[in-house]
Nanobody
Framework: QVQLVESGGGLVQAGGSLRLSCAAS????????MAWYRQAPGKQRELVAK???????NYTDSVKGRFTISRDNAKNTVYLQMNSLKPEDTAVYYC????????????WGQGTQVAVSS
């Protein structure tokens, strides 16, 4: 059984910063790609950023230059540093991870709320 547990969400003013964390726990063989998604009210869930085990990262255009994804493989943890937050960043943020040696399984966290006030 694998669990992804997120932390770090909250309410912040526009221009502020938050750091999200997500730790994978349980019977873990190998964690491959880790990612952050978000879902705003009335919108579809979208990929925010992802990072490979080797540290290669990708971002959606709207967060480039403001958000930074990183990971600690020894701790099976992924982080999302969010700077210069905007009201449009308000959403529930979900952690995602691909785990296994083959077959591979996809896991989701429970979500953490980020609210940015103008």
């Amino acid at each position: 059984q694998v669990q992804l547990v997120e932390s770090g969400g909250g309410l912040v003013q526009a221009g502020g910063s938050l750091r999200l964390s997500c730790a994978a726990s349980g019977t873990i063989s190998r964690v491959h790609v880790m990612a952050w998604y978000r879902q705003a009210p009335g919108k579809q869930r979208e990929l925010v950023a992802k990072i490979t085990r080797g540290g290669i990262s990708n971002y959606t255009d709207s967060v480039k230059g403001r958000f930074t994804i990183s990971r600690d493989n020894a701790k099976n943890t992924v982080y999302l540093q969010m700077n210069s937050l905007k009201p449009e960043d308000t959403a529930v943020y979900y952690c995602n991870a691909i785990i296994g040696w083959g077959p591979f399984y996809e896991y989701w966290g429970q979500g953490t709320q980020v609210a940015v006030s103008s």
